[in-house]
């Protein structure tokens, strides 16, 4: 099994950040007012403002560390092969997912290259097949997605996938 390209980490980092903000926002309601709590008793204003500002560390502090955390396992956790019949997909970090697309239902390969992978010097890899599968944001995704990969290795993911493609098509299927 083939690893994604070090430069993904950052791409997990972005995910893992909008998510750890989106859960840090719901965590505030919770913590804010607990400092509130413990420092707020004191007469001063001091003691406001100084609960105020731990509660914006620790959440701040919450959003890099999760972040992280997630961007590591993310990482560590998705793999590739290309098998003789298909391309095999392992990702996830809590529900493990598991996919083959066969080599048959391969209609198309696109290489794009957005802002962080051209920063990163990285390339994701969209194989298509007949259909579209949805993520769980609700957006299209090519079946066989591969977040990032070297430029060069997605040059020739896409020469050897349409090879494939090819001998399939001369064979009259």
């Not at 390209?5 to 965590?27: D, E, S, T």
């Not at 509130?36 to 001091?46: Q, T």
Request: aromatic letters at 18%; one cysteine or more.
């Amino acid at each position: 099994m083939e690893q994604l390209h070090p430069g993904a980490r950052w791409l997990f980092r972005v995910n893992g950040w909008g998510m750890a903000i989106f859960l840090g926002f719901f965590l505030g309601w919770f913590i804010f007012p607990l400092f509130f709590a413990i420092f707020a008793l004191s007469p001063s204003v001091g003691g406001a403002i100084l609960a105020f500002f731990l509660g914006i560390i620790f959440v701040i502090a919450f959003v890099v560390i999760f972040a992280e955390i997630y961007a590591r396992l993310a990482y560590n956790n998705w793999q590739f092969e290309f098998t003789p019949e298909s391309l095999r997909l392992e990702r996830g970090i809590i529900w493990k997912r598991y996919s083959n697309v066969p080599y048959e239902r391969i209609q198309n390969v696109d290489i794009t290259r957005g802002i962080i992978a051209r920063a990163c010097g990285f390339s994701s890899v969209n194989i298509q097949t007949a259909g579209y599968s949805y993520s769980t944001r609700g957006m299209p995704i090519s079946e066989g997605y591969i977040p990032a990969v070297d430029a060069q290795r997605a040059e020739e993911i896409r020469a050897f996938v349409l090879k494939k493609i090819g001998n399939r098509n001369k064979q009259g299927l």
